[in-house]
Antibody, heavy 121, light 111 residues
Framework: EVQLVESGGDLVQPGKSLRLSCAAS????????MHWVRQAPGKGLEWVSG????????GYADSVKGRFTISRDNAKNSLYLQMNSLRAEDTALYYC??????????????WGQGTLVTVSS | HSALTQPRSVSGSPGQSVTISCTGT?????????VSWYQQHPGKAPKLMIY???KRPSGVPDRFSGSKSGNTASLTISGLQAEDEADYYC???????????FGGGTKLTVL
């Protein structure tokens, strides 16, 4: 059974940093691309960032480019999102997700339950 | 890249068919067959319903189908059931720099 378990969400002040983690199990982690997708309260889904199986192909939404960094550790079956210079508009539930392909194409077949990030003073 | 355009809401009666559109550009929906659709019930994580434009994951009823014409993709749900009432999101590959775009979401109401 595929499991994606996010952690690291918290209440932080604007301008601060936070690191999200995702522990993956139930599939061969180093064969698939992974993504972070977020959902602000009462709003729609927003793709944040994606990374290929070998970390060569990485992409970011314009809204987080230059502030967020995605990474993965295939030896630890883990995905990360380093979030710097956080803004109020980054407040959202952040989902760790698995792509059905080795490159971040967007055919997301599994979702975690999400970790909540709240940016407020 | 802008988000893909979906209608805010659609509705239908049990047994009927509804179609949800997802309009992009030649740089995303029109340029690739990597369109996927997700169903989200309140308080739940999204669920994959269609991938690679028209493929259904195991366990998804064949009442759900996907297609594309030009820059617009569509999700058709036939034989509507009460449990189909949910939010639906489309998603498309959009090239190597900003690979993934989501639509704004469509609320499906089963009357």
């Amino acid at each position: 059974e595929v499991q994606l378990v996010e952690s690291g969400g918290d209440l932080v002040q604007p301008g601060k940093s936070l690191r999200l983690s995702c522990a993956a199990s139930g599939f061969t982690f180093d064969e698939y691309a992974m993504h972070w997708v977020r959902q602000a309260p009462g709003k729609g889904l927003e793709w944040v960032s994606g990374i290929s199986w070998n970390s060569i192909y990485i992409g970011y939404a314009d809204s987080v480019k230059g502030r967020f960094t995605i990474s993965r550790d295939n030896a630890k079956n883990s995905l990360y999102l380093q979030m710097n210079s956080l803004r109020a508009e980054d407040t959202a539930l952040y989902y760790c997700t698995k792509d059905s392909k080795s490159r971040p194409i967007g055919g997301i077949d599994y979702w975690g339950q999400g970790t909540l990030v709240t940016v407020s003073s | 890249h802008s988000a893909l355009t979906q209608p805010r809401s659609v509705s239908g009666s049990p047994g009927q068919s509804v179609t949800i559109s997802c309009t992009g550009t030649s740089s995303d929906v029109g340029g690739y067959n990597y369109v996927s659709w997700y169903q989200q019930h309140p308080g739940k994580a999204p669920k994959l319903m269609i991938y690679d434009l028209s493929k259904r994951p195991s366990g998804v009823p064949d009442r759900f189908s996907g297609s594309k014409s030009g820059n617009t993709a569509s999700l058709t749900i036939s034989g509507l059931q009460a449990e189909d009432e949910a939010d639906y999101y489309c998603c498309s590959y959009a090239g190597s720099h900003t690979p993934v775009l989501f639509g704004g979401g469509t609320k499906l109401t089963v009357l």
